[in-house]
């Protein structure tokens, strides 16, 4: 098998949503139409093996992951996912491992309507990089730069599994076995918000998804809009299992600087917080309430409350080059 009859058998063949493809794959680029009165919004992705997956990772898996870290950005802004280009790097074409890949990758692109319409591949080391574009109403999009003085700080989910997850490969510590499954399940699939972004359009001032650490994504939104937060600790939503079996410093570093949990972390004015908790419970998406934005005021943008005392915290996320 080579390139070509890689993207006939296994990409071109699925049967897909038209979502607006005028020409898709197969030509030297695709066209497509957006919807009367959308803003376009385009976001692009890589991950790169021993960088943001292991080589192990089941080939499902990863495909499920690669959709849906690129969905998580659309959420974030609010935007409708709806056409997407992948460009692999693959160290051989296998068919078994790309039976797995591209049925898992097309049922997640089905899942959340969006269209395959091009890409690229090529030998090399296992690499991936997918390109997602979806649309808002005009001028509506969520931005970092949205959050004002003395906005409510609320996340989306349960956070700091998949780090845990993560960490206990790496041996920093044990897990059980019934909680380190629920953990990897975080790692391997993690299910972005979507529906939970475009519903908060017009409600919440700013918004970003958690793909590199609370606490530093959080910065993003703070240094964007010009403001500090506090936060506290107490409100942080994990799993009580994992709170239990950690040292609280292992925990708290999972929860705020681990990473890769992909739920929504947004601001949003007092006033509108039993629309959010309607909001929550039409999504079915627990939200959680952690602080609150306030002015800037010195050095130091991010605090931290625990049991009553108010601390500096210097966020310690993924960085991409360490």
Known sequence: MNEFDFIRRYLAAHKQPENGVALGI?????????????????????????????????????????????????????????????????PELDENWLAAFCDSLFAQARRYGISLIGGDTTRGDLCFSLTIAGETPRNQALRRSGAQDGDDIWVSGRIGLAAAALRHRLGAFRLPESLLAACQERLLRPEPRPKLGSRLLGTAHAAQDISDGLAQDLCHILRASKLAAEIDAAALPSSPELKRL????????????????????????????????????????????????????GADRLWLRENGHLRPYAAQGFDHFA
């Open 26 to 90: 197969g030509d030297d680029a695709a066209i497509v139409r957006p919807g009367a009165g959308c803003d376009l919004h385009i976001s692009c992705d890589m991950l790169v093996c021993g960088r943001h997956f292991f080589a192990d990772h089941p080939p499902d898996a990863l495909a499920h992951k690669i959709v849906a870290v690129n969905v998580s950005d659309m959420a974030a802004m609010g935007a409708k996912p709806r056409w997407m280009l992948l460009a692999a790097a693959l």
């Open 246 to 297: 950690l040292p609280y410093a292992d925990w708290l570093s999972c929860v705020l600087d681990g990473g890769d949990d992909y739920e929504l972390l947004f601001t949003a004015p007092p006033a509108a917080r039993l629309r959010i908790e309607q909001i929550g419970r039409d999504c079915a998406v627990p939200l959680s309430r952690i602080g609150r934005t306030q002015p800037e005021n």
